[in-house]
Structures are given as structure tokens and as C-alpha cells.
């Protein structure tokens, strides 16, 4: 699709999602694509691994609740589609890079792989991950996940700046890709800098955080403008251009990241306080039942979809590095 088409549709989904904290053009410059021939029928209503039904487009979005996430158990985990094979993982080991493991929630809940597209439910990824990119954490359901190293190019802002990101973030990465003809991935990442502990997951004075420093109760919710934030494109190979600073846009790094496990728990809906804080729940559940697992790091969220997917179908991810306790 020629770039002014791609620019026009952002240009519209601005304007009509303004009072969102992130404006949804963030989610990608991309339209919708037809899914394969052989995707799953829209007509079939519960989910399973050959026929989950796919999302569309569509001008009026349905109720804006997350999936319920059944209570987190370290019963036996369920080894869930990535690059690579997961029958060699175990409850208490980290995963390999590429890998993931399924630690909690409903184990009917599965992720189908066909061509590009990645199809849970009424949830649908229509771009490539990165090479190498563990498979999406479904909606409803918790996983650990190591990432491999990739490329990808940042932006950076202080707090209060997650709500002009639309300009600040996302504008600056697309001429970056644009530029170097990169082509546009799947997820957006976002980090969120500073606001673990205000989410119950580390303990104020910054020390290592236990079990004990886990609050599920009484804990305010979190807002993602109090946070400093980076926001990256995804390069799909970690030999595509150069690493370093944009020579026409200083804004703009491209650096090639540390692998990463994190405990993820999937959502539904765009980058705002309203997702952000469905994921942190699950986490701050799942971390104060299973003390093995210690949060050790910031919340990151990644969101795959573009904004002309209805909202509740919107696939997101909240995550936050996981080391073994």
C-alpha cells in the first residue's frame, strides 16, 4: 500500500481516539490484510487450534473487557507454538531463547501459526514478528518467554510524554523505517520505566524483590504517564542496516537488545492505563502464588495490532523481566 494511503489512515484513527493516553496510530502503519486461504472460519465461535475465529475491521467495537484469567497454577505446564521446540522445558527452568512455556490460565486456549498470521479466538496478529520472536501470549492466559536478541530502533521520553507519544514516539520510528525501507513488524514495544513498584511488583527502595514484597491488595493502579518510556520498531532480521544513532534523526537508536525472560500474562486492548493495569494484575496474582519466580526488572508491554481492530480484539502482552528465585 503506497505510504500516503498508510499516512491518511493514521491520520484518521488520530482523530477519532483522542482521549485515549496513546493515540492508537502507535499500534502500527499498516491496514488490515485478508487473512490466508486456509485461515479459520469467522463463523465459529469457540476457540480451539483449527478453528479459532479471525478478527475484521469493523466501525463499531464490542465491550471493552479483558478476557478473565482463570486463578494462576504451576499445574502442569502447557507448551504453546514458538519458533522452536518447547518439550524440553520444565516449571523450573527459563526458557531458551525463541521458547515459551504456559504457566496459568485456560489450557484450551491455543495460538495458531499460519503464513505470518497468528490466530487465538477472536484475536488475530496480520504482521510478521521478528525472526526468531517467541509466539504471542494469547489473551486470558500467562506464559514465560525468553527473547533472543534483536534489532530494533528506539525512542525515548521523560514522564508526561507518554500522552504526546503519537508525535514524540511513533512519527520519528516510521521516517526511520521509512527511510531505510525496514519493514513495518509486529509488536510495538513499549518499556515503562519506573513504575514497577508503584504496581506491587518491586519493592520501593529499588532492593531485590521477594515474595513478600508482592501486594495484591490495596495497590493503587498504575498510570503510564508517570513512567519514562521507550518505544521501538521491531527490525524482522538483526542484519538489516546499520546499529548506532540516526544520522538524520538523533532521536532515533538502533540497538541490538540483551536476550530477556520475562513472565507475560496476554490481554486484550490498546496501549493505556486501562490494559496496562489488566496485565499488572494478573502479574502481581501470579508472582504472589508462585514465589519461584521473581520479578527483576520494568513493565514492558508489547501491542501487535493496528487501530482499525476493534479494541477487545486488540492483542497485547504486559510483561516484566522473571529471574528464578
Given at each position: 500500500?503506497?505510504?500516503?494511503?498508510?499516512?491518511?489512515?493514521?491520520?484518521?484513527?488520530?482523530?477519532?481516539?483522542?482521549?485515549?493516553?496513546?493515540?492508537?496510530?502507535?499500534?502500527?502503519?499498516?491496514?488490515?490484510?485478508?487473512?490466508?486461504?486456509?485461515?479459520?472460519?469467522?463463523?465459529?465461535?469457540?476457540?480451539?487450534?483449527?478453528?479459532?475465529?479471525?478478527?475484521?475491521?469493523?466501525?463499531?467495537?464490542?465491550?471493552?473487557?479483558?478476557?478473565?484469567?482463570?486463578?494462576?497454577?504451576?499445574?502442569?505446564?502447557?507448551?504453546?507454538?514458538?519458533?522452536?521446540?518447547?518439550?524440553?522445558?520444565?516449571?523450573?527452568?527459563?526458557?531458551?531463547?525463541?521458547?515459551?512455556?504456559?504457566?496459568?490460565?485456560?489450557?484450551?486456549?491455543?495460538?495458531?501459526?499460519?503464513?505470518?498470521?497468528?490466530?487465538?479466538?477472536?484475536?488475530?496478529?496480520?504482521?510478521?514478528?521478528?525472526?526468531?520472536?517467541?509466539?504471542?501470549?494469547?489473551?486470558?492466559?500467562?506464559?514465560?518467554?525468553?527473547?533472543?536478541?534483536?534489532?530494533?530502533?528506539?525512542?525515548?521520553?521523560?514522564?508526561?510524554?507518554?500522552?504526546?507519544?503519537?508525535?514524540?514516539?511513533?512519527?520519528?520510528?516510521?521516517?526511520?523505517?521509512?527511510?531505510?525501507?525496514?519493514?513495518?513488524?509486529?509488536?510495538?514495544?513499549?518499556d515503562f520505566k519506573g513504575i514497577a513498584a508503584s504496581a506491587g511488583l518491586a519493592p520501593v527502595a529499588g532492593a531485590q524483590v521477594t515474595a513478600a514484597d508482592i501486594k495484591t491488595e490495596d495497590v493503587p493502579a498504575v498510570d503510564i504517564n508517570d513512567?519514562?518510556?521507550?518505544?521501538?520498531?521491531?527490525?524482522?532480521?538483526?542484519?538489516?542496516?546499520?546499529?548506532?544513532?540516526?544520522?538524520?534523526?538523533?532521536?532515533?537508536?538502533?540497538?541490538?537488545?540483551?536476550?530477556?525472560?520475562?513472565?507475560?500474562?496476554?490481554?486484550?486492548?490498546?496501549?493505556?492505563?486501562?490494559?496496562?493495569?489488566?496485565?499488572?494484575?494478573?502479574?502481581?496474582?501470579?508472582?504472589?502464588?508462585?514465589?519461584?519466580?521473581?520479578?527483576?526488572?520494568?513493565?514492558?508491554?508489547?501491542?501487535?495490532?493496528?487501530?482499525?481492530?476493534?479494541?477487545?480484539?486488540?492483542?497485547?502482552?504486559?510483561?516484566?523481566?522473571?529471574?528464578?528465585?
Open positions: 500500500m503506497p505510504l500516503s494511503r498508510k499516512l491518511s489512515l493514521y491520520s484518521l484513527a488520530a482523530l477519532t481516539s483522542a482521549i485515549a493516553i496513546l493515540p492508537p496510530l502507535l499500534m502500527g502503519c499498516r491496514t488490515m490484510k485478508s487473512p490466508p486461504k486456509d485461515a479459520p472460519r469467522t463463523d465459529v465461535t469457540a476457540p480451539s487450534a483449527t478453528t479459532a475465529p479471525v478478527a475484521t475491521a469493523s466501525t463499531s467495537a464490542p465491550s471493552l473487557a479483558t478476557p478473565t484469567l482463570a486463578t494462576p497454577t504451576l499445574a502442569t505446564p502447557i507448551p504453546t507454538s514458538s519458533p522452536s521446540p518447547t518439550s524440553t522445558l520444565s516449571a523450573t527452568a527459563l526458557p531458551e531463547p525463541g521458547k515459551s512455556l504456559r504457566l496459568a490460565g485456560d489450557p484450551a486456549i491455543t495460538v495458531t501459526k499460519q503464513g505470518d498470521f497468528h490466530i487465538a479466538g477472536q484475536h488475530m496478529i496480520d504482521t510478521p514478528l521478528p525472526v526468531g520472536y517467541p509466539s504471542p501470549t494469547p489473551p486470558g492466559t500467562i506464559e514465560i518467554k525468553t527473547y533472543p536478541t534483536l534489532r530494533r530502533a528506539e525512542v525515548g521520553g521523560d514522564r508526561d510524554g507518554v500522552k504526546s507519544n503519537g508525535r514524540g514516539g511513533f512519527w520519528p520510528l516510521f521516517r526511520h523505517i521509512q527511510r531505510r525501507d525496514i519493514e513495518m513488524t509486529s509488536p510495538v514495544e513499549m513512567a519514562q518510556w521507550t518505544m521501538s520498531f521491531l527490525y524482522r532480521y538483526t542484519d538489516q542496516a546499520d546499529a548506532g544513532v540516526d544520522a538524520e534523526d538523533k532521536r532515533v537508536i538502533v540497538v541490538d537488545t540483551t536476550p530477556v525472560t520475562v513472565i507475560s500474562a496476554g490481554v486484550a486492548g490498546s496501549p493505556n492505563n486501562r490494559t496496562v493495569n489488566a496485565g499488572v494484575t494478573k502479574l502481581r496474582e501470579f508472582f504472589a502464588s508462585n514465589p519461584q519466580y521473581i520479578p527483576a526488572g520494568d513493565i514492558r508491554g508489547l501491542f501487535y495490532n493496528d487501530p482499525m481492530v476493534p479494541e477487545a480484539r486488540k492483542w497485547a502482552e504486559i510483561q516484566i523481566p522473571v529471574k528464578l528465585n
